[in-house]
């Protein structure tokens, strides 16, 4: 019998199965706390001074009016910043307060706290910042210019990164090129920014509670910021409303503990909407620039890219998202030659940092338009081209790496053929509410075309280029419950349900409860990188396998067993020389053991100059199909349906892989058609859910999903990560689409080359005819 | 004679008690009160001008976003937010069950959508729950698992569960 088998033997709640979420029931009836529900005995309400610049010097800070009004306790500024100035994820740039100059609209300059939220309004009111204002560097290709001045003392450029391999001079008998722009999307999660700090009773350290996606990592930014030792700063996690990438980064975590700290008060933040926009990094704007090259039968021979990224005014993690943009230029198929660059830059811009897709969305949207363009070029439907030039596991990519993970690429572009079409009879022109623009009832049932596209992606797991990527859990055994402790962000993904999940089919024991979330054990690292599953996960099934050990070891000895002869099966121990069985509840009646993991995943190595190196832990992959009917006459678009095939190793909850393939897939559809931060002189122009459309459940199709599940051999317990996967593709499968809907209305229709589309980019594409 | 700060106090009428608020500035929002000053935060704030739903209470039996109704205007109706409904309602038990809940913040505002579109509708088509439910943003789960759980619901009463 092998372990496999016999892990997917029955308990009640094992692996495999889909059990409720153990917070369900609090957040259905409205008594679960998120961070925003907090409050405390005795506590102040604090908020922040923003620049109103994008970028100036700060001539002088008068906080004497406001400090004197009543109900007013502090009001602090970087003067008041008693340990480093500065904060960030991968380089610490970012100012806690601006104290010299601001470099962004929205930039913090100082933080009051009072009695409530309305007196800390008009305290910041009161405060005045005297500016001199500073040109500002708005375009990002600008910022390569040697000629622009640097608008932070690290320079303009955040990383230039190149991928070359093979031979770069090799022309295809067929080459395709074009530009991409990519806009700027926001997490919009729903729970806004918040967190209560309590400080101790000696003033020496402080407790906050905050929505993070990392309590490590803010633990270590935040001590460093207060001048604590990391052992006078406690996080503990706030309930999380969503993150998406948005909460990696600091936001108001070093704010709120050092007004907690000035007043001896516990202290309470949190953003509305609209400050929320400024509060967080975003998905970065791209422009793309592709030329592919293949033979006539449409096999890749070589790939150029080049990608500018604007990373706003400070790096969160622009340089890994950039990474992440020229690693996966070539996609999921085979190319032997590449030549790919790559520049992440300052500008006076929103700083931008991770979103669910990290890079990977931006590379897969130029790099599904140019097969959809190639394919055209040779004469083969969009299927074709891809299925022609899959990649398979062992393959090397453009960095040199070999695919080592499960890469069922051929799989997913078949399956994707295989999925029969919605019966709807296209019945536009019966039910007004189907038509593109909803029961408005301004679409002519005659405008409307129905387009089919497809988009197929490859997206690295875990952290990457030599990362210390680790995650802690502590399995412990006492009458006959099993505890867990982890300080694995739960945001939402549900990794609190897996975790039982996991410790109840290694151990056989279906009693399992939860620690809080908290920095009393060591990091998990971010939830983020579609990594916890693997790292957090497989540090919670390798602290329950030392359990399972310990007991074994004791039954062994106890019985005169052979520890080696016995597994767990369901609920039960079996020794698999005699037969003989037991139940689990019962053998470990009267045993305690404890016992703490760190897991990391296999090491990787830093890009050298030419973008070689096998810099990325491993991979996942899928496809999307999207049907659309657009109304061509008004650029209107519904999504019919989006079918997807993905490769997910092993389902380990399947209940919760739907969520996540859903869920994903609807913010690849805001991307595609609705999602974007726009900036004028960088302010947000559409700073509010009024403004910035995220879909609701009108505008979300019906979703088909097939799991490729073939556990991977490097995956704890076969699972990949699933979360980020499903917003990378399912964005150019919709614009492929409306381009099919475009181009029946006959051939040289412009290329779309740009997400958000808008209204006027698909009439505009109706109304003229291909660049080359 | 009331004085000055006695003329702010008014009384409202929430999941079937009256509650007094003393301590409002005038112009909160419901929202505002049902959570800052009476404690009662299963209603969430996501955007507070009406876009997202996550506040979303009955007042006399309609479905409203709290952030937009000013407090002291609604002193005569009947207030039903989540902590009204008593926690385990077939609507409730859908959501958890049928995997309609991630991270949870729009949940609450959800469910009441959902109470009060089946009873307004008890046996709606797959298109007017989305008609029903597009007042309520959700981020986490592109709504399939929600349209799942009224399903659910509807088959359940149906069958005589409820």
């Known amino acids: 019998m092998s372990d496999l088998d016999i892990r997917e033997s029955v308990i009640n709640g094992g692996l495999g199965q889909s059990p409720v979420r153990p917070d369900g029931v609090a957040k259905a009836e409205g008594s679960y706390e998120f961070s925003s529900d907090l409050s405390a005995d005795n506590m102040l309400i604090g908020k922040t001074l923003r620049s109103p610049h994008q970028h100036a010097r700060i001539i002088r800070i008068d906080t004497s009016d406001a400090s004197a009004m009543t109900g007013v306790h502090r009001i602090i500024t970087a003067e008041d910043v008693p340990g480093k100035a500065t904060y960030g994820l991968i380089a610490s740039d970012q100012p806690v307060f601006a104290s010299d100059v601001v470099r962004y609209i929205g930039e913090p300059v100082a933080a009051v706290v009072a009695d409530d939220e309305e007196i800390c309004s008009r305290a910041l009111e009161a405060i005045v910042v005297e500016y001199e204002p500073l040109t500002p560097l708005i375009d990002a290709r600008l910022a390569l210019d040697t000629d622009t001045p640097p608008i932070h003392p690290d320079g303009n450029v955040i990383r230039e990164q190149n991928v070359i391999c093979g031979d770069t001079t090799v022309i295809g008998d067929i080459v395709v090129e074009d530009h991409y722009t990519i806009g700027m999307q926001d997490q919009a999660f729903l729970g806004l920014e918040s967190a209560l700090a309590i400080p101790d009773a000696d003033g020496a350290g402080v407790e906050c509670h905050v929505a993070t996606q990392w309590l490590h990592e803010d633990l270590g930014q935040v001590a460093a910021c207060l001048d604590l030792p990391e052992s006078s700063v406690r996080l503990v996690l706030g309930g999380v409303g969503g993150a998406f990438g948005g909460r990696e980064d600091i936001s108001l975590q070093v704010h709120v503990c050092l007004l907690a700290l000035a007043t001896g008060r516990p202290v309470k933040m949190h953003y509305s909407r609209s400050e929320s926009f400024l509060g967080h990094v975003h998905r970065h704007p791209a422009q793309i620039w592709m030329r592919h090259h293949a033979t006539k039968e449409g096999k890749l021979v070589k790939v150029e890219a080049e990608f500018v990224f604007d990373g706003g005014a400070y790096a969160s993690t622009s340089s890994a998202v950039l990474v992440n943009a020229v690693t996966h230029a070539q996609g999921p198929y085979r190319c032997e030659n590449a030549e790919v660059r790559g520049v992440a830059v300052r500008t006076n811009n929103l700083p931008c940092g991770a979103m669910r897709g990290f890079g990977v969305v931006q590379a897969c949207f130029a790099h599904e338009r140019q097969m959809d363009l190639l394919a055209h070029a040779c004469g083969l439907d969009p299927i074709e081209i891809r299925r022609r030039n899959a990649m398979s596991t062992g393959d090397k990519l453009i960095t040199g790496q070999v695919v080592e993970s499960v890469a069922p690429v051929l799989q997913i572009i078949e399956g994707l053929e295989r999925m029969p079409f919605p019966d709807d009879g296209n019945d536009v022109e019966t039910h007004p509410y189907h038509r593109p623009g909803g029961a408005g009832n301004t679409t002519r049932a005659s405008d409307v075309r129905r387009g089919v596209g497809y988009g197929v992606a490859i997206k690295n797991l875990m952290y990457s280029e030599a990362f210390d990527d680790y995650s802690t859990a502590r399995c412990t055994l006492r009458d006959g419950v099993v505890t867990l402790k982890f300080a694995t962000a739960e945001v939402g993904q549900g990794f609190i349900t897996i975790a039982p999940q996991i410790a109840r089919t290694t151990l056989g024991l279906e009693d399992v409860a939860l620690e809080s979330i908290d920095t009393g054990v060591g990091s998990a690292g971010s939830t983020s990188a579609s990594r916890q599953t693997w790292m957090s996960g497989g540090a919670v099934e390798a602290a329950c396998l030392k359990v399972r050990q310990l007991i074994f070891e004791h039954v062994a000895s106890s019985t005169g067993s052979d520890p080696f002869a016995l597994v767990i099966e369901g609920d039960s121990i079996v020794n698999t020389a005699t037969g003989e069985r037991q139940l689990m509840s019962e053998v470990v009646k009267g045993l305690e053991f404890d016992e703490e993991v760190e897991f990391r995943h296999r090491p990787t190595v830093p890009l050298d100059e030419n973008g070689q190196g096998a810099c990325h832990t491993a991979f996942a992959f899928v496809g999307h199909r999207a049907i659309v009917d657009v109304d061509v006459e008004l650029g209107l678009v519904r999504v019919v349906e989006v079918s997807t095939v993905q490769d997910v190793g092993r389902a380990l909850n399947p209940l919760s892989v739907t969520g996540q393939i859903e869920g994903g897939i609807a913010q690849g559809l805001g991307l595609a058609l609705m999602e974007e931060i726009v900036q004028q002189d960088g302010r947000i122009m559409n700073p509010s859910f009024t403004d910035y459309l995220i879909p609701t459940i009108a505008d979300m199709p019906p979703v088909v999903a097939e799991l490729i599940e073939i556990p991977d051999p490097q995956a704890p317990m076969g699972a990949k990560g699933v979360g980020e996967p499903p917003t990378i593709s399912s964005t150019p499968a919709i614009i492929a689409a409306i381009q099919d809907a475009v181009n029946q209305f006959g051939a040289g229709r412009s290329h779309l080359t740009r997400v958000p589309i808008r209204p006027s980019d698909i009439t505009e594409a109706l109304n003229s005819t291909r660049r080359d | ?162």
Request: glycine share 12%; hydrophobic share 35%; net charge negative.
């Open chain 2, 1 to 162: 004679m009331t004085s000055k700060s006695d003329e702010r106090h008014f009384e409202l009428s929430i999941n079937g008690n009256r509650h007094r608020v003393t301590d409002s500035y005038p112009g909160e929002s419901l929202l505002t009160v049902l959570r800052d000053r009476l404690g009662l935060t299963g209603s969430k704030g996501a955007c507070e001008e009406g876009e997202c739903g996550s506040c979303s209470v009955l007042l006399d039996g309609n479905l409203v976003c709290s952030c937009l109704v000013l407090a002291a205007s609604v002193t005569n109706c009947s207030v039903v937010t989540v902590e009204g409904l008593g926690g385990s309602t077939d609507v409730q038990t859908a959501f958890v069950e049928s995997g309609a809940i991630q991270c949870g913040f729009c949940s609450p505002g959800l469910i009441m959508a959902a109470t009060n579109l089946l009873e307004r509708t008890p046996e709606p088509t797959v298109d007017e729950i989305r008609e029903g439910l597009a007042g309520n943003l959700c981020r986490c789960t592109g709504y399939g698992r929600i349209i799942d759980a009224v399903q659910v619901v509807v088959q359940q009463r149906k069958n005589g569960r409820s």
